[in-house]
């Protein structure tokens, strides 16, 4: 394994593992870091801030170390996302798509755009600073040049004229919206061609029409099924090519477990 370089370091606690690409990003916490996430709720709630979710810890997990939920559902999400991206990619007439990766976070799926398609321009929009500063440093990190990270809130940015991209990607952050229903409606306008969507799901219920917000036991986004997504793309005017709907294994609850994927084309 390859020692983790220190500016690398120094922005843990990242949320996606870059070790395919060459990069160690995750190390194993020490016990003294460990205590400090077991106490960071309390902090949160004191100091009404916010606590990162590689930062969220328990008293179970103090006791048994284990790798974060988010390490361990990323393998399930990225084999079918990477599917996805692939046949978007061989399905184009262009060598050089101009991409958009929304609720991009540390960058992790522009890097993996970039690395399936080097010619790709790749935008990655996210609100949260510190997550582009990361996503800004793995790009240097490994060389893709055509990568750029922008700070900036999805609504702000969906509803920017005059902007079209051949391949839309909106993974990992449509739940943490309280009107995903309307941002898939808005998104519609940047759509040059296919959009790949990824969302956690219910799995307490298969209705159509079920979708509450904010979401169960959370302060903000919303909860919805399968079913209600593939019904508000279509309403949406998205042509659906593909679907599917796996299971998040590190996810307790049944509201938190499900995980939908659709790969669409502009209608």
């Known amino acids: 394994m390859q020692s983790v370089i220190p500016e690398v370091h120094a922005l843990r606690p990242w949320y996606h593992d870059f070790s395919r690409f060459g990069l160690q990003t995750h190390v194993a916490p020490r016990r003294i870091d460990q205590l400090g996430a077991l106490l960071a709720p309390l902090r949160r709630l004191l100091n009404r801030g916010y606590v990162?979710?590689?930062e969220r810890?328990?008293?179970r997990g103090f006791l048994r170390p284990r790798p974060p939920a988010h390490v361990l559902n990323q393998r399930v999400k990225e084999i079918v996302i990477e599917d996805y991206l692939r046949r978007c990619l061989r399905e184009m007439s262009t060598q050089a798509p101009?991409?958009?990766d929304l609720f991009c976070a540390d960058g992790y799926y522009a890097?993996?755009?970039a690395s399936l398609s080097p010619a790709a321009h790749v935008t990655g929009v996210d609100l949260d600073a510190?997550?582009?500063?990361r996503a800004r440093t793995a790009a240097r990190l490994l060389n893709f040049p055509h990568l750029q990270f922008e700070v900036a809130d999805v609504w702000e940015f969906v509803a920017r004229p005059n902007r079209r991209f051949?391949?839309?990607l909106c993974a990992g952050g449509l739940y943490h919206l309280d009107r995903p229903r309307e941002f898939l409606q808005a998104l519609h306008a940047l759509a040059g061609g296919y959009l790949v969507l990824q969302s956690v799901v219910t799995l307490e219920s298969q209705d159509p029409s079920y979708f509450v917000a904010p979401a169960p036991g959370w302060k903000h986004g919303s909860r919805f099924t399968h079913a209600a997504l593939e019904r508000w793309l279509?309403?949406?005017?998205w042509r659906i090519l593909d679907q599917t709907l796996n299971e998040l294994p590190a996810n307790p609850r049944l509201c938190d477990r499900g995980s939908s994927?659709?790969?669409c084309v502009a209608a």
């Not at 510190?130 to 500063?133: A, K, M, N």
């Not at 279509?234 to 005017?237: L, S, V, W």
């Open 234 to 237: 279509i309403e949406a005017g």
């Open 52 to 54: 990162e979710k590689g």
């Open 98 to 100: 101009t991409c958009l």
């Open 57 to 59: 810890f328990s008293l």
């Open 261 to 263: 994927y659709y790969r």
């Open 166 to 168: 051949d391949l839309i």
């Open 130 to 133: 510190r997550e582009v500063t």
């Open 111 to 113: 890097c993996l755009l």
